[in-house]
């Protein structure tokens, strides 16, 4: 079923919220879009379109999510950067229970010293959950569409 | 500009190998296009008669097949007729034949010239003459050879065989890690790094800056200088293997000279870390390098295979293949893709690698006539006990050398 304009206002508002908190690296506040039990995974289309089950990230549940966004933000080492997300195409299905959401990514990095270039593009395979708090995420799945990824990705997309 | 090597030796790493153009095209001749053996996919990659995978040695594009007889053989990927890239996609199925797209010539799975349109004309006229030879334009074929799983291929046609080449005590590593079991694909990661090709083999064969770099490696004690450790390296100094024990999380001679150790850090989920052992042996960990492409990662219970794709002094490709054993359990199968958390290109520990040797290179940019120190652990290049050493750097600048006349 198609969604009300309400709800699609709110899953912008969510996917608005989501960005902001990665881009601005407010990492500890990231964990707080996911309801438990939750998965978040990044994978290849590669990976993702042949049934490969590699991630380049993958979290299950709070607590590994809090371990990522520590780690990214205390215990990695890398050079200094700026991320912007840009998420379109938003697209929801509810089925009263679950609402999935299929949204295009882009995530443009600026290293210090060089011009901004594109991380990563792709697509947002999500299914999203009401909850007290508002709309969160149960699952989270990031496929990115490039098989070259430039340099690392230090934090969740 | 003639590059002379420090007169300190093999203790000195002088920048200019990590940037110099000229450096670089005798690496690719010497080193990829000559006598050495370049991984280039697992077996298990290709299951059935007909399976391809594209792959690089060096710079050079290449593909492996498994034919209808069930052999692997290797190609150049490249048609015979007028030089098109034959296969762009990384892995597929080429059916009964291997066809080019532009001009579709088209090669049986040996890699003979089977036909080619309009080869006898059309209406009479046109055709190609008729002493053309089919035998004459196969695909140009590359030597081959599969162990255990993993599938090697070389240029030159004077490479030693394969088990030679490694050498005994490096073929023992090897052989721990490809048991004999078939091996199940997990998946892959890739990677563009703005560093020197030999920077990624450099980094796994110095064995001290994991203890100082990687939080996660020394406050969890995957790989750290204070835990039992060995330095294994072959006759050329070229291939190594670093093995190692997992130590325990507590403040001792080496941790409290760790500015990254975290006594007091926990996981939120310690299932990341929930290692089991696997291998016969005490060793929780060997990283091999093998000369001149090839990391192959036994960290705990996460697998893979790093080949290194060299594209020009100051960038390379990094190819991670992660892979487990056909007979893993669904819980081996699920330890093995939560502790992939920790390698690839948003590793916990593989990132800041990376990122660091990226660093490295921007240190080299106008310091061609500057060098490294590499004298941890002494100036010798023996195999030793400990990982409190640069040894592993040391043997491979000598081998490096000699196969560079540097």
Known sequence: VSVSPQLRGELEDLYADYSEVIDSGALERWPGFFAEPCLYRIVSKENYDRGLPLSLMHCEGAGMLKDRAFASQKLNVYGPRV??????????????????????????????????????????????????????????????DSALIPGSIVAPL | VPRTWPREGDSRAPYFIYTDEGIYRRELERIFEGPTWSYVALECELPRPGDYKRSFIGETSVFVLRGEDGAVRGFLN???????????????????????????????????????????????????????????????????????????????????????????????????????RELRLLGYSRQRLAANWKLMLENIKDTCHASLLHVFFVTFGLFRVDQPSKVRMDDTGLHAALISERGRQELNDGTKQM??????????????????????????????????????????????????????????????????????????????????????????????????????????????????????GGRDYADCDHMVTDVALRAFYRGYRKVMDL
């Open chain 2, 259 to 376: 500015q990254s150790f975290k006594a007091d850090l926990r996981l939120q989920d310690p299932r990341l870390l929930d290692t089991v052992r696997e291998f016969p042996g005490d060793a929780t960990v060997v990283m091999h390098t093998f000369w001149p492409n090839l990391i192959l990662q036994q960290q705990s219970n996460t697998l893979a295979t790093r080949q290194i794709v060299p594209r020009g002094p100051d960038r390379f490709d990094l190819h991670w293949t992660f892979f487990g054993y056909a007979t893993d359990d669904e819980a081996m199968t699920a330890r093995r893709l939560r502790q992939a958390n920790l390698m690839g290109p948003g590793g916990f520990v593989s990132m800041d690698d990376g990122e660091v040797i990226a660093r490295a290179q921007a240190g080299f940019r106008k310091a061609a006539d500057a060098a490294g120190v590499v004298e941890m």
């Open chain 2, 78 to 180: 490249r048609c015979a007729h007028r030089g098109v890239e034959i296969y762009q996609h990384d892995t597929g199925n080429v059916g009964r034949a291997i066809i080019c797209p532009y001009h579709q010539w088209n090669y049986h799975l040996d890699g003979r010239l089977k036909g080619l349109p309009f080869r006898k004309g059309v209406k009479g006229v046109g055709g190609m003459p008729e002493d053309f030879d089919p035998l004459k334009h196969g695909l140009t074929p590359i030597r081959v050879h599969a162990r255990r799983g993993a599938i090697f291929a070389s240029l030159h046609a004077a490479t030693p065989p394969f088990e030679e080449y490694l050498g005994e005590k490096m073929l023992g590593y090897y052989d721990r890690v490809f048991d004999g």
């Open chain 1, 83 to 144: 991320w912007r997300h840009m998420v379109n195409n938003v697209r929801a299905r509810d089925d009263g229970t679950l609402i999935a959401v299929q949204a295009n990514f882009a995530v443009f990095e600026t290293l210090h010293d060089h011009h901004t270039g594109i991380l990563a593009t792709g697509c947002y395979l999500d299914k999203v959950v009401r909850t007290d708090a508002g709309l969160k995420f149960r699952e989270k799945l990031c496929v990115y």
